[in-house]
């Protein structure tokens, strides 16, 4: 088999685009979690720790200055902005488990269910009418 075959048996198989998929849906998701924490959790947390905004949290380890009539930007470390992505991966995790829970209880379910007998040939109930009427006589 050629490596181009062997590929497209790959890249073709359902689990590759299943994989692909949950990639896009997954980027997607992620806005809805950043505008969740940025827009709706923050903002409380912040209002009842006096009014604090995480995102603009940082140590500035060098100021801005201005060097040779140019302007040269801080350096810093937006710790802020690491606790709302500490927050926003704890959300994504969260509602992951949920799902995995959900869809493992289903399966269980699933898997309690007992399995229905199947319905009786209608040549396998003639035969045993036939039996039955030939004990009888």
Known sequence: MSIVS????????????DLAVGVIIGAAFNGIVQSLVN????PP????M???DFSELEWVLQPAQVVDGEEVAAVTIGYGKFI??????????????LVI???NSMKRKEEAKPEPTPATPEDVKLLGEIRD?????
């Open 101 to 103: 829970k959900g869809m």
């Open 45 to 48: 947390i912040g209002m009842a």
């Open 39 to 42: 827009d709706v959790v923050m």
């Open 84 to 97: 709302n992505a500490v927050i926003s991966f704890a959300i994504v995790a969260w509602v992951l488990f």
């Open 6 to 17: 062997e590929f497209k048996e790959f890249a073709l198989k359902g689990n590759v685009v």
């Open 133 to 137: 009427l030939l004990k009888a006589k």
């Open 50 to 52: 006096g009014g604090m």
